[in-house]
């Protein structure tokens, strides 16, 4: 009896992943969601929700994993950009016949434009920058918060949390928003403190509704800090431009709003994307499938500039 094979793509990312099975003509068969899969953050938890997402499309297709089914998966994964993350991913014992590993602005990238030359900027609990041209991959950023991922819900959450300190010192005057942000922590700085020693990003990005929320209300600190984070998402894209990418597509919960924070000249080499981070992997799966190479196979997630 012969094989069947199928595809599974799973895109992870700071705040959940998704994963979707299909067959090879990209049906889609069952699709299923789990938390967290940022491996930079935690590998065994991200690998544990990535099999959490698989098997729940596995359920939903009313299909088990067994000898007459074959699996070609690629998971994009945040933190893959990582080689010490992405070397420890591929120590993983993954239960399927050919498995990509790859950064999830990777497969963004694929998905938003077929292949072909593009980039892509992703805007969720983290931010990074990713384009393909000239048979170059190039990445931008992403480099994880707090020292990197600008533009991002963490990032406008940590703005926040920070401003609400300076208002409590006086240095910098109250609004709306910051008064609201401290009630969080009934009005405790210390509670702040606290909170920050454990804090990771997801939970800094839990604070970015609250600035949306707030910069629809006219608040003048809501509106400076998506100021601000639009310019760090105007200099991902001018660094993708220089490097010869010619079009880009933002991707992310949080792009559709930050959009119109953008500048004129960002604006005008935005491009809607053909599709997203889980149509790229299931792509990136396909090619896997359909070559000649047994095992596994592991993508290149970058190579600099």
């Given at each position: 009896?012969?094989?069947?094979?199928?595809?599974?793509?799973?895109?992870?990312?700071?705040?959940?992943?998704?994963?979707?099975?299909?067959?090879?003509?990209?049906?889609?068969?069952?699709?299923?969601?789990?938390?967290?899969?940022?491996?930079?953050?935690?590998?065994?938890?991200?690998?544990?929700?990535?099999?959490?997402?698989?098997?729940?499309?596995?359920?939903?297709?009313?299909?088990?994993?067994?000898?007459?089914?074959?699996?070609?998966?690629?998971?994009?994964?945040?933190?893959?950009?990582?080689?010490?993350?992405?070397?420890?991913?591929?120590?993983?014992?993954?239960?399927?016949?050919?498995?990509?590993?790859?950064?999830?602005?990777?497969?963004?990238?694929?998905?938003?434009?077929?292949?072909?030359?593009?980039?892509?900027?992703?805007?969720?609990?983290?931010?990074?920058?990713?384009?393909?041209?000239?048979?170059?991959?190039?990445r931008v950023g992403g480099w994880g918060y707090p020292i990197s991922d600008e533009g991002s819900g963490a990032w406008l959450g940590g703005e926040a949390v920070r401003r609400t300190l300076w208002a409590y010192d006086g240095r910098a005057p109250?609004?709306?928003?910051?008064?609201?942000?401290?009630?969080?922590?009934?009005?405790?700085?210390?509670?702040?403190?606290?909170?920050?020693?454990?804090?990771?990003?997801?939970?800094?990005?839990?604070?970015?509704?609250?600035?949306?929320?707030?910069?629809?209300?006219?608040?003048?600190?809501?509106?400076?800090?998506?100021?601000?984070?639009?310019?760090?998402?105007?200099?991902?894209?001018?660094?993708?431009?220089?490097?010869?990418?010619?079009?880009?597509?933002?991707?992310?919960?949080?792009?559709?709003?930050?959009?119109?924070?953008?500048?004129?000249?960002?604006?005008?080499?935005?491009?809607?994307?053909?599709?997203?981070?889980?149509?790229?992997?299931?792509?990136?799966?396909?090619?896997?499938?359909?070559?000649?190479?047994?095992?596994?196979?592991?993508?290149?997630?970058?190579?600099?500039?």
């Amino acid at each position: 009896m012969g094989q069947t094979t199928l595809l599974l793509g799973v895109d992870g990312g700071g705040t959940g992943c998704r994963a979707r099975l299909t067959d090879l003509d990209l049906n889609v068969l069952g699709e299923g969601t789990a938390g967290p899969a940022n491996i930079r953050i935690g590998l065994k938890e991200s690998i544990a929700a990535v099999m959490r997402a698989a098997e729940a499309s596995f359920d939903a297709a009313d299909l088990v994993p067994g000898d007459d089914v074959k699996v070609i998966a690629c998971l994009a994964l945040a933190g893959a950009s990582e080689p010490s993350c992405l070397a420890a991913a591929r120590t993983c014992n993954f239960p399927f016949a050919q498995t990509v590993l790859t950064t999830d602005a990777h497969a963004a990238c694929i998905g938003a434009h077929g292949g072909k030359s593009g980039g892509i900027i992703i805007i969720g609990t983290g931010s990074i920058g990713w384009g393909f041209a000239a048979g170059q991959d190039y990445r931008v950023g992403g480099w994880g918060y707090p020292i990197s991922d600008e533009g991002s819900g963490a990032w406008l959450g940590g703005e926040a949390v920070r401003r609400t300190l300076w208002a409590y010192d006086g240095r910098a005057p109250w609004s709306d928003l910051l008064k609201q942000v401290l009630g969080r922590f009934d009005g405790d700085p210390h509670a702040v403190v606290r909170w920050t020693a454990h804090a990771q990003p997801r939970d800094y990005a839990t604070f970015a509704p609250l600035v949306i929320e707030h910069a629809k209300r006219n608040d003048p600190v809501a509106h400076e800090i998506l100021r601000a984070a639009g310019q760090h998402i105007d200099a991902i894209a001018a660094r993708l431009n220089v490097l010869g990418v010619p079009r880009l597509a933002l991707s992310g919960g949080l792009a559709p709003l930050m959009k119109p924070w953008l500048s004129a000249q960002t604006r005008a080499l935005l491009v809607e994307p053909q599709g997203d981070a889980l149509s790229g992997a299931l792509q990136l799966a396909r090619d896997a499938a359909l070559s000649a190479h047994a095992g596994y196979h592991f993508a290149a997630v970058e190579r600099s500039a």
